[in-house]
């Protein structure tokens, strides 16, 4: 009999790693989602941190292997696949960081469905929706811990979808196993007041390279690290 999902996750929950059971934001972190899957299918053949690095033409097979192994990971999680209307969709090829996200935040117990990309026009579409009632659509950011490397990638998602004419306004940054250190948590409090400033500031031929001719502004910030999960308060 095949295991199911919800049969894996229970599984993974009695799991320990070493002697101890680590908890989110402990170093080296594992949801009982990710060891359920780590228990079932093993390690993956290439870390995930060196899979993009490594082109395909340097061992086709390899990269074949590694990407069967993460989409099994990806069927394990049960995650609806749905339209940017919310319609249901066909499933599609998620990366070893979004899968990696997907299972330490459905262990936290969130709801996700998953927004296919739009292959046929290309146009611009938020990551997943969140919540069940009223969802939102957020946008994932998979980045450094560095304040300008933070910003830079949502001032480029909002600018980028903009042009699509697609709003991006709730922004989920994932550092991974990194640590967001309280001066950057700090500094992120005041995002659109930054981005207010130098709107106003700008030159005329700056202000005209603004798509939408208004300052990047977002409504909603969280930071996943470790497994846990804060919501910044923006200013």
């Known amino acids: 009999?095949?295991?199911?999902?919800?049969?894996?996750?229970?599984?993974?929950?009695?799991?320990?790693?070493?002697n101890?059971?680590?908890?989110?934001?402990?170093?080296?972190?594992r949801s009982p989602r990710q060891l359920a899957a780590l228990a079932t299918l093993g390690d993956p053949p290439v870390d995930p941190h060196r899979a993009r690095a490594l082109k395909k033409s340097d061992n086709?097979?390899?990269?074949?292997?590694?990407?069967?192994?993460?989409?099994?990971?990806?069927?394990?999680?049960?995650?609806?696949?749905?339209?940017?209307?919310?319609?249901?969709?066909e499933p599609e090829r998620l990366t070893p960081h979004e899968i990696t996200f997907l299972e330490r935040f459905l262990d936290l117990g969130h709801r996700v469905r998953w927004i296919v990309r739009d292959s046929a026009s290309l146009r611009s579409t938020n990551d997943f929706f969140w919540g069940e009632e009223e969802p939102i659509a957020c946008e994932l950011k998979t980045t450094g811990t560095k304040l300008s490397t933070i910003t830079d990638r949502i001032v480029d998602a909002v600018s980028k979808a903009r042009g699509h004419n697609v709003t991006k306004e709730n922004f989920l940054i994932d550092l991974g196993d990194r640590d967001l250190t309280p001066s950057v948590a700090e500094r992120l409090t005041n995002f659109n007041r930054k981005r207010l400033e130098l709107f106003e500031n700008a030159t005329h031929d700056e202000r005209?390279?603004?798509?939408?001719?208004?300052?990047?502004?977002?409504a909603r910030l969280w930071?996943?690290?470790?497994?846990?999960?804060?919501?910044?308060?923006?200013a």
């Not at 999902?5 to 929950?13: E, K, M, Q």
């Not at 590694?66 to 099994?72: E, F, I, K, N, P």
């Not at 005209?208 to 977002?218: E, K, N, Q």
């Open 20 to 29: 101890q059971p680590r908890q989110p934001g402990d170093k080296g972190y």
């Open 208 to 218: 005209a390279r603004y798509v939408g001719s208004a300052p990047y502004a977002i």
């Open 1 to 18: 009999m095949t295991a199911t999902a919800t049969d894996l996750h229970a599984a993974g929950s009695h799991l320990e790693q070493g």
């Open 60 to 89: 086709p097979a390899l990269h074949a292997e590694a990407d069967a192994y993460w989409q099994s990971r990806r069927r394990l999680l049960g995650v609806e696949f749905v339209d940017a209307l919310c319609r249901r969709a």
């Open 223 to 234: 930071i996943m690290s470790r497994g846990m999960l804060r919501e910044i308060d923006l």
